[in-house]
């Protein structure tokens, strides 16, 4: 058995020769050459394997097979662990009866397995592959491009891999962030298996279930904290943003998806500033990613306006041409577009690099963290701060308009993530007592959003449905300012 450390980043194929040129250049790289490999993944019609946590292939180069098998492993940010089974062959057929017996679960029917297989889908690529010796360690840099095909349909395969071959993992990090300064590759969450399936249509739709509150380990130090905290945005970017690519044609699913990302960038920008870690180069990177979507807002309010078939527009007349003018807005935004200049600029994938170092040294204290007070504590004295910037933004005795609700939005934001990280920590009645009002305020200010945005549509089509509109954002300012002068007075949760 090898169990296999590694790091994968994809990058877009027309940065291929820069990426082989940069990797020839790097100190001690020992160019190994390039190699043909075919790739057969195999499972039982119903996916026994995989629901093992399983994957089997059988691998052809130069004439010679190899069969593979990858038991449960781990994902820490970018970096994956997996125990694998490799086993020569002679030829491109499995027997699962080579592998040790020790893999299977207990009283799994193995023949009845094999006799079950199928091929699910194939991978074709060639893989060029270096031996770089960086910080006392060895690197083997696999860079793969070639199609996976499943059911007569392809798509492109460009992936650089770094696998620890000698020394410390912290290498793969390193050798990564060289590349990601230059190259704009992200890391890859997706395994090739994981990306067949997909593609076969034997793996569910991807979704993510909406983040309440992070689950703090229970009686954990602050440095146990930061690690839960880092590793859960980490895993929900790279998980939004797979979503954001496979639902690139689903407009109406874009900007709330980009919303989500961006709130998860965010959370992880707010945790390593509270822990004293977000240094000038972080902050410009995670400015330069959030710039990209800057399409969340609008994208919402179009959005707002079109759900439901139009129902924010209730009793309206004549509603057809407005929701028109909307649809039209929506497609001229061209959000697709938009996220590929995000995943195209280098300072994407080297802040998640850089993420994932950060997360790696403080997991093996190379980074220190005051322990000098309670997480309890520590997170009372956050939620205290965060509360009085509200409290000095939106004093009961103000009187605020919809220009003021939007001009807070950023801040209500960010006071909410701080109960999202450590929320777990308190009683959930008061606690979802108090954040159930200013989570109200937070849709608020969205649909005074949309109907900002369907003023300025309904003057440029020369509608006059200023007095519709005003009624609308009076009545739910009304609404808004009730609940913001009630939600004040409730005696915060963690005093």
Known sequence: MEAEIELKLFFPENKREALVSLLNSLPHSDAKGATHLTNSYYDT???????WDMGLRVRGRNGTYEQTIKTAGTVVGGVHSRPEYNIDIDQAKVNLSLFPQAIWPQGADIDAVQASLVSLFDTDFTRMSWHIYIDESLVEVALDIGSITAQGISEPLCELEFELLAGDAQALLSL?????????ARLGRASKAQRGYRLAAMASPL??????FIALPQGGSLKQALVTLLE???DRWQQLEAMLLESREARAQLPLLGYRLRACIRLLRCTLEQFSLLDDALQQAFAAVEAHLDFVEPGLSLCELLD???AL???????????????LQLSEMAIPQQIDAMLMDVAYGHLQVRLVSLL???NAGQVRID???SLQIFADTLQEASWQRIVELMPSNAELSSEDYQSFAKALDESIFVGVAYGELYRQKPRDQFRAPWQDLVLGIRTLAAYRRLREIATHLGRDIGDWLDNKEQSLLFAMEHSRRSALKVQPYWR
């Open 45 to 51: 019609p119903e996916l026994q394997l995989r629901q």
């Open 176 to 184: 990564a962030s060289r590349v990601t300064e230059q190259i704009p």
């Open 207 to 212: 979704q993510l279930e909406t983040l309440e």
């Open 232 to 234: 859960t945005g980490l």
């Open 308 to 310: 439901n078939d139009g």
């Open 313 to 327: 527009l209730g009793n309206l007349s004549e509603p057809e041409g407005l929701l028109d003018a909307v649809n």
């Open 360 to 362: 790696m040294a403080i």
């Open 371 to 373: 322990e000098l007070q």
